[in-house]
């Protein structure tokens, strides 16, 4: 008689499970993105770099704490702007030595290799928006090592929903695009370290 009572038990518990499974807060849904002003969550931005060694191996780097803000509206995303802050000098690698490398002076008073040991923060700042679907091409001017260039990035809308824990509207996008860090002049090594930077990013805007 035990098994038609633990299928009973079963039965009665199984909503409990059901209502426990915890839902994802951000959805590729338009519909919730509201229109207005965002500020970047430095706590879930990044931007990745990456570049190739002695043509053996592709090495990666992150650059965190993104500041920045978005101003959007679903319904002109053409009219749509975003202004990011890169701390340059919070890079970090895998290998201490290398972010070392990145940051130290030059010997003897030359030019750095990389960055130097107090490198300005970079600036994104978009001068135009091409929307295609949930796809986007931004267009805007990079400022790195004090030496701004045109740069457009090939953007993807990722989610939008409400942080469960901030309780704030959010909206995330990804991006891609190349730069030549010789434009920026930051040539150190170049061709054996390439000089074709490929940038990954992933920023969450949080509703102000």
């Not at 990745?48 to 509206?73: C, K, M, P, R």
């Not at 740069?151 to 695009?177: H, Q, Y």
């Amino acid at each position: 008689m035990r098994y038609p009572l633990i299928l009973v038990a079963l039965a009665a518990t199984a909503p409990l499970f059901a209502q426990s499974t915890p839902q994802i807060p951000g959805q590729v849904d338009a519909t919730r993105v509201v229109a207005g002003s965002y500020a970047a969550d430095p706590a879930h931005s990044l931007i990745a770099w990456e570049v190739n060694h002695f043509g053996f191996s592709d090495y990666i780097g992150l650059f965190g704490d993104v500041t920045g803000t978005l101003t959007i509206d679903p319904a002109n995303l053409s009219a749509a702007s975003v202004d990011v802050t890169i701390p340059v000098a919070k890079v970090t690698t895998a290998s201490a030595g290398l972010t070392d490398h990145l940051l130290r002076a030059g010997k003897d008073g030359a030019k750095p290799d990389f960055f130097g040991p107090e490198p300005g923060d970079a600036r994104f700042v978009s001068t135009s928006v091409t929307p295609a679907g949930n796809s986007a091409k931004i267009a805007g001017n990079l400022t790195l090592n004090g030496i701004t260039k045109p740069v457009t990035l090939d953007a993807e809308f990722t989610g939008a929903g409400t942080n469960p824990f901030s309780e704030k509207g959010t909206v995330g996008f990804s991006a891609t695009t190349m730069i030549k860090r010789s434009d920026f002049g930051v040539d150190g090594f170049i061709p054996l370290v390439s000089d074709e930077v490929d940038l990954e990013i992933h920023v969450a805007f949080e509703k102000n």
